[in-house]
């Protein structure tokens, strides 16, 4: 079972990126996924995540209107697009699974929910 984040990179503020996380060794499609972010010297914080279905979707309120999550089953592939890019989300990007959905936005923004982690892939931002 693993989690491959890739897609991070350098670049400059107002512009996108996209992350992608490749799942391997089980069917991405039937489980919650999230991207959550560490920045140096803070702790980690969810940015975005959604159930299987979609029917629960969240953003933190510093990313709204400028990133969104998706996913490709087909590719068992996750996806975090970055728009509008700002030096304040210069951190390392973590793809993260869990089996089930949950009950609330907080719960779906705690790590500790999630059952398979990516390895992160830096993101950073220049003014």
């Known amino acids: 079972v693993q989690l491959q984040a890739s897609g991070g990179g350098l670049v400059q503020a107002g512009g996108s990126l996209r992350l992608s996380c490749a799942a391997s060794g089980f069917t991405l499609d039937t489980y919650t996924i999230a991207w959550f972010r560490q920045a140096p010297g803070k702790e980690r914080e969810g940015v975005s995540c959604?159930?299987?279905?979609?029917?629960?979707?969240y953003y933190a309120d510093s990313v709204k209107g400028r990133f969104t999550i998706s996913r490709d089953n087909a590719k068992n592939t996750m996806y975090l697009e970055m728009n509008n890019l700002k030096p304040e989300d210069t951190a390392v990007y973590y793809c993260?699974?869990?089996?089930?959905?949950?009950?609330?936005?907080?719960?779906?923004?705690?790590?500790?929910?999630?059952?398979?982690w990516g390895q992160g892939t830096q993101v950073t931002v220049s003014s």
């Open positions: 993260a699974t869990a089996p089930r959905p949950f009950a609330s936005m907080r719960a779906y923004f705690t790590g500790a929910n999630y059952q398979y």
């Open positions: 959604t159930s299987r279905s979609g029917g629960s979707t």
